[in-house]
């Protein structure tokens, strides 16, 4: 029978041994060599019944097919925008992805979508070249108007959402703000200045103490004390 060397929300650093024998699955940031599992990366250790995983705790966003990202448009071309995706890798929103409109050949596209703007947006290809391609088509996709763009650890999103978007659910209903989280790392806030701003302190907790227990109470209870 295998057995763990660390326990749920350890945090492990590359090489170090997590677990011992062949009933136990290796899975993300992790690997097997001979009957022992080892870190690949620094990570807070995550234990599903027999499988053991590590959540990085940094690193760059790389974009994935369907995640759900805030963009900025960068340039403008005659057949659609370039965005940053707060990663390695800029993004592509055609025409047709962007819009149900029929727009003519020629037609000033600043109209729709102008540099320096803010999107929330779909990634529905990434190549094996790391071309991407994104949309504004589906429920939740449009421009963001006015509010505040904070940016965190990509690897941080999951506990800003919380589970079944618990803890972002809580961050709306005690400030009254509207948030969007995207998977890249950017998360848009809008409200009244001083609750975009308390907002703004509760995802930095969270991203400070995302490997603490209790964190969901912890957060209340600063949102109830305010600024």
Known sequence: MG??????????VPGEELAEGMDILPSVWTYREGDKIIARRVGLVDIKGRTI????????????KNDVIICKVTDISFNGWRVDTNSAYPA????????SDYI?????LTQYLNIGEY????VINVTSQKLVDISMKGPGLHKLRGGRIIRVSPHKVP????????????????TKCQIV????GLVWIKGEPDKE???????RKIEKESHTTGLTESIKSFLEKGL
């Open 92 to 99: 592509m929103l055609s025409i047709r992805e962007a819009t």
């Open 3 to 12: 057995k763990f060397f660390v326990k749920q929300k350890d945090i492990v």
């Open 104 to 108: 003519a050949k020629g037609t000033d």
């Open 159 to 174: 506990r800003i959402i919380g589970k079944q978007g618990s803890m972002v659910s809580m961050l709306k209903r005690e």
């Open 119 to 122: 999107i929330v947006a779909k």
């Open 197 to 203: 701003l308390l907002v703004e302190k509760a995802i």
């Open 53 to 64: 995983k590590l959540i990085p705790l940094s690193g760059k966003y790389i974009p994935k």
């Open 181 to 184: 989280v995207g998977q890249n």
